[in-house]
């Protein structure tokens, strides 16, 4: 394989490592941006359920219900559960919800967690009424997150094989740039024989390797 060729796959093999690495990165910080802002709208739906549950109010329970119905964007397969806690480490367990002990233990001891399984997120929080703790736990689909996720992979599959193959002539073009300055003293060189061994490769203005190339054979070829 000739060093044009190296060059060339070398750049594209750099090129294509470092564009994988970057979609990896652009995928997570997206994909965790999409839980963030979701969670944030269980977290005030949360609040909402918390207050339609603490509130004796008729007026103010129409009101927390209106205001989850039409105030707030709909929610795919929303469940609202509440869990009265009973201890430190006992509450009562609602057997709907298929949810593995540790949600649970987590929000006894810091107050909040969440879960997700299959795009469908559960956040729990703890919420206090006097002396009574509740857990209020909301669950909900991201249906919308996981459209937009595959659409971003998509978006860096495509962008990553168009990638590559602008990478290859780049590298092709690198591979010419930094190959034809030396291609060319080898040809004068080959021209220099036993009858005109006066004469010199041309100067190269350059201050790189190939200027110093050049100036080193006509100093060696004049001693």
């Known amino acids: 394989m ?14 294509t490592f470092s564009t994988l690495l970057l979609s990896v990165l652009v995928f997570v910080l997206f994909r965790e941006n999409n839980r963030y802002h979701f969670l944030k709208r269980l977290d005030d739906r949360a609040k909402i359920v918390s207050s339609i549950h603490f509130q004796n109010d008729p007026e103010k329970i129409k009101y927390y219900s209106n205001l989850k119905k039409n105030g707030l964007e709909e929610l795919i397969e929303e469940e609202e559960y ?6 430190a480490n006992s509450f009562d367990y609602n057997t709907d919800l298929n949810l593995p002990n540790e949600f649970y233990s987590t929000i006894l001891e810091t107050g909040r967690n969440y879960y997700e399984i299959n795009s469908k997120y559960y956040l729990g929080q703890i919420f206090k009424e006097g002396n009574q703790k509740y857990i209020v ?13 595959i659409y971003i992979v998509k978006i860096l599959i495509v962008g990553g094989i168009a990638f590559m193959f602008l990478a290859f002539f780049l590298g092709r073009f690198l591979a010419k740039r930094v190959i034809n300055p030396v291609a060319r003293i080898i040809r004068e060189v080959n021209r220099i024989s036993a009858s005109n061994l006066h004469n010199r490769l041309p100067e190269v203005k350059n201050s790189d390797e190939i200027s110093d190339l050049t100036e080193t054979f006509n100093d060696k070829a004049s001693s």
């Open 82 to 87: 509440v869990l009265k806690v009973n201890s």
């Open 137 to 149: 736990i909301v669950g909900a689909r991201d249906r919308q997150g996981k459209t937009t996720s």
């Open 2 to 15: 000739d060093i044009r060729k190296k060059i060339t796959l070398t750049y594209v093999a750099l090129s």
